[in-house]
């Protein structure tokens, strides 16, 4: 079964502080997405992470993939209240013989809230 | 430019009754994805189109729900006879293809009285 699990469910940042998300996922997979939801809003995609070893970074936020631990990280760094929301990473196929490509795996999605 | 639209942006209905929910995607994407999102049971896949392919149906949770997309754009998500646990909020995604950033519409939320 797929399963893509997130930790923690719950983060509640001081401004100013680092903290990571970390999404484990049971099989493998070279595509790993992350996004962002804000309260009432559609989902954003942030980053699209297509190798192991895969680094992006964008602002206070930098993703990482390791296919071999079935790993990846989300890094905050100096969090701000504007990265109040919550976040999903989710897990794409990408060889499934043309199958399964489109179907994307999500976790459970971590609410952030960030104080001042 | 435009972004995925989706309408209606909220559904009330009765149980038993049929519902229709629409969904426009961006421009040149040929790829369309339907997705549920619930307190329940978080975000799950229902069904998506790729071009002229048959689409992958694995999601839909019963033969209640049926989707199609007319002329390779707009795509309509049904469900029949609608119960309290098709509550939900159905978004909807495109994407250039398959293996592309899907791009999510702001979403219908239904509710199942």
């Known amino acids: 079964e797929l399963k893509v699990e997130q930790n923690p469910l719950f983060l509640s940042m001081q401004e100013g502080k680092n903290y990571t998300i970390y999404c484990n996922y049971s099989?493998?997979?070279?595509?790993l997405y992350w996004y962002r939801q804000d309260p009432g809003k559609s989902l954003e995609s942030l980053f699209v992470?297509?190798?192991?070893?895969a680094v992006k970074q964008e602002g206070r936020l930098m993703a990482s993939l390791d296919t071999k631990a079935r790993l990846s990280t989300l890094h905050i760094t100096a969090a701000v209240h504007d990265l109040s929301a919550t976040y999903f990473c989710?897990?794409?196929?990408?060889?499934?013989?043309?199958?399964?490509?489109?179907?994307?795996?999500f976790g459970q999605g971590t609410i952030l809230t960030v104080h001042p | 430019g435009a972004g995925v639209s989706q309408s209606p942006s909220n559904k009330v209905t009765e149980k038993g009754k049929d519902v229709e929910l629409r969904c426009d995607p961006i421009?040149?994407?040929?790829?369309l994805y339907w997705y549920r999102q619930s307190l329940g049971q978080g975000l799950e896949f229902l069904i998506y189109?790729?071009?002229?392919?048959?689409?992958?149906k694995s999601g839909l949770p019963s033969d209640r729900f049926s989707a199609e997309r007319t002329g390779g754009s707009v795509s309509t998500l049904t469900i029949q006879r609608t119960q309290q646990e098709d509550s939900a909020v159905y978004l909807c995604?495109?994407?250039?293809?398959?293996?592309?950033?899907?791009?999510f519409g702001a979403g219908t939320r239904l509710s199942v009285l």
């Open positions: 992470l297509l190798s192991n070893g």
């Open positions: 995604a495109s994407s250039f293809d398959l293996l592309d950033i899907q791009y």
């Open positions: 189109f790729q071009g002229n392919s048959a689409p992958d």
């Open positions: 989710a897990r794409g196929l990408s060889n499934a013989g043309g199958t399964s490509y489109g179907k994307l795996t």
């Open positions: 099989t493998t997979s070279d595509r």
């Open positions: 421009s040149g994407h040929t790829a």
